[in-house]
């Protein structure tokens, strides 16, 4: 894990995408052919973003102040492995979240929203992507999580987070306080944003998307976390891990060590929880 702390203005800065629009039509064939030009007639766009018939908000600059805290370097499960191939939907996360809240794998936790920006962003760099202001072609592919190592923050040397998925967090203060433009700030089915919901943060590899592709500066959310969203497979939201700094136990870490093992085996995130917790997580 890496340490983080202090003061940051994070946010989105300026407009590096060409948009390619598409809920006006009534069919979408290929419209990454759009791409090119879009970007070409975007000043300082360096990347493309494909908009679906929903698009949801990218965070503005704001100030925030935060707690050390640490965050894993590398996404979950780790550098050298692939991502789970069903990741988590609001319900898995939120079963995840229980796992983490009771101390059975110590000080770890899901990152708070403003923790998962600062981190990928830069608390002093405030960066568009990972690795900078520019979107690289190419740039974070590859098979297993850390296989380019160029894809980085280099001041807080978090690797690939919102490059490739977007990972759950929870909803805090200081995020919802901004996370918004206009005065009443919605997430799923009309709800009230509130501190503690669970909130997908950064976008995916994908051009084609909801959020602003490729940044850590922008969020959705799936609803409230019930079993039956247990329909819904979400295989790009992976879990953002971070920890509040302190001694490391023997115990948890060995506990730790057996669930990320069994995620990486088995590339199932359910799997994995329904063997660390002996029951059912989603009906078959």
Same mark, same amino acid.
């Given at each position: ?30 419209? /990454?052919?759009?791409? /090119? /030009? ?22 503005? @600059? ?35 979240? /229980? ?19 600062v981190a990928v962003a ?69 709800r009230p944003l509130r ?43 992976? @879990? ?45």
């Open positions: 894990m890496v340490l983080i702390s202090g003061e940051a203005t994070v946010g989105m800065r300026g407009q590096p995408y060409g948009v390619v629009e598409t809920a006006h039509l009534d069919k979408v064939d290929a419209p /990454e052919k759009g791409c /090119e /030009e879009a970007v070409r007639n975007t000043p300082g766009a360096t990347a493309c973003w494909v908009q679906t018939d929903l698009v949801d908000p990218v965070l503005a @600059p704001r100030s925030v102040k935060l707690a050390s805290f640490c965050i894993e370097q590398f996404p979950f499960p780790g550098a050298g492995s692939a991502y789970s191939e069903d990741g988590l939907n609001v319900w898995t996360a939120s079963q995840l979240n /229980e796992m983490l809240k009771s101390g059975q794998f110590g000080r770890r936790r899901l990152c708070t929203a403003s923790e998962f920006q830069g608390p002093k760099t405030n960066q568009r992507f990972v690795y900078g202001d520019e979107f690289t072609e190419g740039r974070c592919d590859g098979d297993t999580i850390g296989f380019d190592r160029r894809c980085r923050n280099s001041e807080t040397g978090v690797h690939e987070y919102a490059a490739v998925h977007s990972h759950w967090t929870i909803a805090d203060k200081a995020f919802v306080d901004s996370a918004c433009r206009q005065e009443a700030c919605l997430a799923a089915g009309n501190v503690g919901m669970y909130v997908v943060m950064g976008g995916t590899k994908r051009a084609q998307t909801r959020q602003a592709p490729h940044t850590p500066h922008t969020w959705h959310d799936h609803g409230d976390p019930t079993q039956d969203a247990c329909g819904f497979v979400g295989w790009d939201d992976q @879990p953002a891990i971070c920890a509040d700094p302190g001694m490391v136990d023997v115990g948890p870490e060995s506990a730790w060590t057996n669930f990320v093992a069994k995620v990486r085996s088995t590339r199932s995130m359910t799997t994995a929880l329904q063997a660390v917790t002996g029951k059912s997580i989603c009906p078959n």
